[in-house]
């Protein structure tokens, strides 16, 4: 139960950091090097499906070998 619940607040701390410089990476491309909304949006979502499938591979890689 120990383990199960410092995994969840490790998830939950990366998680909200990663949000917050998601953010931050927004307001400077959009005002800061005049990138349009639509822009950042794309790249953002190309960036998103990387780090799901990396993601992905390591769980399910992990997930058949014995502890």
């Known amino acids: ?6 995994l969840i607040i490790a ?3 990366v998680a909200g950091s990663a ?3 998601a953010f931050l990476l927004g307001y ?3 005002n800061d090097l005049g990138l349009s ?3 950042i949006r794309h ?8 780090v799901v499938t990396l993601l ?5 890689g ?3 070998q014995p502890k």
Do not use: Y
Not at 1 to 6: S, Y
Not at 56 to 60: E, H, Q, R
């Open 1 to 6: 139960m120990d383990e199960r619940l410092r």
């Open 11 to 13: 998830f939950a701390a």
């Open 19 to 21: 949000a917050l410089v």
């Open 28 to 30: 400077v491309a959009h």
């Open 37 to 39: 909304r639509i822009e």
């Open 43 to 50: 790249s953002a979502f190309a960036a998103a499906v990387l």
């Open 56 to 60: 992905a591979t390591g769980l399910l």
């Open 62 to 64: 992990r997930w058949g």
